[in-house]
């Protein structure tokens, strides 16, 4: 989950600086934000590899035991 609350120090910080008229710490909020929405991303496609990756074990083990008999 700390993507996810990258993402949500990133809008408050982002929101902050607006608020204030401080652009260093808009510009913060968002490379925050940003750095969030990428970690997702690189997870969502760990899962993915993860999954992919089973799966073809699961049907080389499959084949392994239909081998075997």
């Given amino acids: 989950m700390p ?9 408050a910080k982002r929101a902050e600086g607006k608020l204030t008229g401080d652009r260093i710490r808009e510009a913060q909020g968002s490379a925050e934000e940003t750095k969030g929405e990428v970690e997702g991303r690189i997870d969502r496609v760990k899962n ?3 999954s992919r990756v ?4 699961a049907k ?6 239909t081998r075997a008999r």
């Fill in 48 to 50: 993915r590899v993860r």
């Fill in 60 to 65: 080389r083990n499959a084949r392994k035991a």
């Fill in 54 to 57: 089973n799966e073809a074990k």
């Fill in 3 to 11: 993507a996810i609350t990258d993402k949500m120090k990133g809008k």
